[in-house]
């Protein structure tokens, strides 16, 4: 079944970066789009940004645009979110989603979400 | 301000009928572009519950249903039951901002 399977939660001050990974298992990671999705405390959602794990290619929401990187590692097939200049604004749970094959405008599973605390 | 509108709460009795909206507009639902809703339950990541406007994945009981038409969309649950309390989001694309876009979410609450 498919599973992904994310880092524990961070803790960082202002400034700082934070990586968060996520391990995909149960199908074939390469042939499915992975989004990265946000949620501050009480708040909805936002999307991030979207790699594709075939190339490496990415496409970051332009609010993010010059603050994220998404990468792929298909030798253990898991997809990383890294977030620099991190702000109090920024703590937030993090979620990695798939895409559905062939599909880059919905998901079909989540992560279980990673808390990322932003505190001086 | 979430480019997609939903209602901030919506309420009814075990077995009745809710409906939760979401309006958009010709840059994103009016465009074409599907809408799907996810369901939150509390403490726990979303879930799909309604892919490309009425699709529900395996799983997914038939009391969940959805609907597109020109700029909106809505989410209707019929036979409302205790654990069906969550909270809900609508997603669609947006051509003009080139990002998903999500309802601010509406949160179920089953009296």
């Known amino acids: 079944q498919v599973q992904l399977v994310q880092s524990g939660a961070e803790v960082k001050k202002p400034g700082a970066s934070v990586k968060v990974s996520c391990k995909a298992s149960?199908?074939?990671?390469?042939?499915?789009?992975m989004h990265w999705v946000r949620q501050a405390p009480g708040q909805g959602l936002e999307w991030m940004g979207i790699i594709t794990p075939s190339s490496g290619s990415t496409n970051y929401a332009q609010r993010f645009q010059g603050r994220v990187t998404m990468t792929r590692d298909t030798s253990t097939s898991t997809v990383f979110m890294e977030l620099n200049i991190l702000r109090s604004e920024d703590t937030a749970v993090y979620y990695c989603a798939r895409g559905p094959r062939g599909s880059w405008l919905y998901v079909d599973y989540w992560g279980q979400g990673t808390l990322v605390t932003v505190s001086s | 301000q979430s480019v997609l509108t939903q209602p901030s709460s919506v309420s009814g009795a075990p077995g009745q009928r809710v409906t939760i909206s979401c309006t958009g507009n010709n840059s994103n639902i009016g465009a074409g572009y599907d809408v799907h809703w996810y369901q939150q339950l509390p403490g726990t990541a979303p879930k799909l519950l309604i892919y490309?406007?009425?699709n529900r994945p395996s799983g997914v009981p038939d009391r969940f249903s959805g609907s597109k038409s020109d700029t909106s969309a809505s989410l209707a649950i019929t036979g409302l039951r205790s654990e069906d309390e969550a909270d809900f989001y609508c997603q669609s694309y947006d051509n003009s901002l080139s990002i998903w876009v999500f309802g601010g979410g509406t949160k179920l609450t089953v009296l």
């Open positions: 490309q406007n009425n």
């Open positions: 149960g199908y074939t990671f390469t042939n499915s789009y």
